[in-house]
């Protein structure tokens, strides 16, 4: 059984930093494909942005536009934690987020934006952003 524990959110002022933290366990965590994506009040859950790893070539990483230059995914495989580092936060990205695992490397961009090529999901933390 895979568990995700996210920790780190909390308030911040726009053009504050926060780093999220999610923490995998019950499984090989190096060859997972993990994500992140956030849920505002009244909208569909968004794709942030992934981490993807093979064998062949080496890491991939993707973000939504809205975040591109301002949030970054460090991966620790030896803590089998992935973050998500957020930069320059504006109060548009106050929104729940969750970090989502997928247990085999999803290759293009298209099929990491999915949320159901992900079977596991982590329990969400709210970032909130004042202006």
């Known amino acids: 059984q895979v568990q995700l524990v996210e920790s780190g959110g909390g308030l911040v002022q726009a053009g504050g930093s926060l780093r999220l933290s999610c923490a995998a366990s019950?499984?090989?965590?190096?060859?997972?494909?993990m994500a992140w994506f956030r849920q505002a009040p009244g909208k569909e859950r968004e794709f942030v942005g992934a981490?993807?790893?093979?064998?062949?070539?080496?890491?991939?990483?993707w973000y939504a536009d809205s975040v591109k230059g301002r949030f970054t995914i460090p991966r620790d495989n030896g803590k089998n934690t992935v973050f998500l580092q957020m930069n320059s936060l504006k109060p548009d990205d106050t929104a729940v987020y969750y970090c989502?695992?997928?247990?085999?490397?999803?290759?293009?961009?298209?099929?990491?934006?999915?949320?159901?090529?992900?079977?596991?999901w982590g329990q969400g933390t709210q970032v909130t952003v004042s202006s």
């Open positions: 019950g499984r090989t965590f190096s060859t997972f494909t």
């Open positions: 989502a695992g997928a247990t085999s490397n999803l290759p293009t961009r298209v099929r990491a934006e999915r949320r159901y090529e992900y079977g596991y």
């Open positions: 981490i993807a790893w093979s064998a062949w070539s080496g890491s991939s990483i």
